[in-house]
């Protein structure tokens, strides 16, 4: 996964709505739906990540799931009720995990769809994305936060902002 915007991320950017499509419609664009699978989630992000840095061991028991979370040499771990949702909370528990070196953000015009697009890029990727177009990538993303508070309706999950 590159540091450095490429190309067509500099097109999206730049206003090309046919690059902001492809970027979406890429095999590397994390694309969730509100109703998915926990594991779909997750698999998702370990896809994405280079190396192997990132993975989870999942267990579902009667009323709850167990969720270990391994990046690089990191370790959480957390404990779900059985509920709507749950492949949001993974991906934001996973998104604090790795946020020292990723950054997981939505696209805004999918934020109020049953299906959401999130693009996962390196920290280094969106600091250069955001110093050189500030008001596009405002305009084009929003964090988790924004997401959990508005239309996944997770205000009390506790999630930091990462923008």
């Known amino acids: 996964?590159?540091?450095?915007?490429?190309?067509?991320?500099?097109?999206?950017?730049?206003?090309?709505?046919?690059?902001?499509?492809?970027?979406?419609?890429?095999?590397?664009t994390l694309?969730?739906?509100?109703?998915?699978?926990e594991i779909e989630s997750l698999e998702m992000i370990r896809d994405v990540i280079p190396g192997n840095r990132f993975s989870f061991r999942?267990?579902?028991?009667?009323d709850s799931l167990d969720l270990q979370l391994f990046f690089d040499s990191n370790t959480s771990t957390h404990k779900y009720k059985i509920e709507p949702r749950n492949?949001?909370?993974?991906i934001i528990d996973a998104a604090?995990?790795?946020?020292?070196?990723?950054?997981?953000?939505?696209?805004?015009?999918?934020?109020?769809?049953?299906?959401n697009s999130l693009l996962l890029?390196?920290?280094?990727?969106?600091?250069?994305?955001?110093?050189?177009?500030?008001?596009?990538s405002n305009?084009?993303?929003?964090g988790l936060l924004?997401?959990?508070?508005?239309s996944w309706s997770l205000a009390n999950y506790g999630v930091e902002s990462n923008s």
């Open 1 to 28: 996964m590159n540091e450095s915007l490429s190309s067509l991320e500099l097109r999206a950017f730049e206003g090309d709505i046919e690059a902001l499509d492809e970027i979406e419609d890429r095999d590397d």
């Open 31 to 37: 694309v969730l739906d509100w109703r998915g699978l």
């Open 58 to 62: 999942l267990t579902e028991n009667t």
């Open 87 to 90: 492949n949001l909370r993974v």
């Open 96 to 115: 604090r995990l790795i946020s020292k070196d990723f950054e997981i953000r939505v696209f805004r015009e999918t934020l109020f769809d049953d299906t």
């Open 121 to 136: 890029r390196p920290v280094k990727w969106w600091c250069q994305a955001d110093g050189k177009y500030p008001k596009q």
């Open 139 to 142: 305009e084009l993303f929003c």
């Open 146 to 150: 924004e997401a959990c508070n508005g």
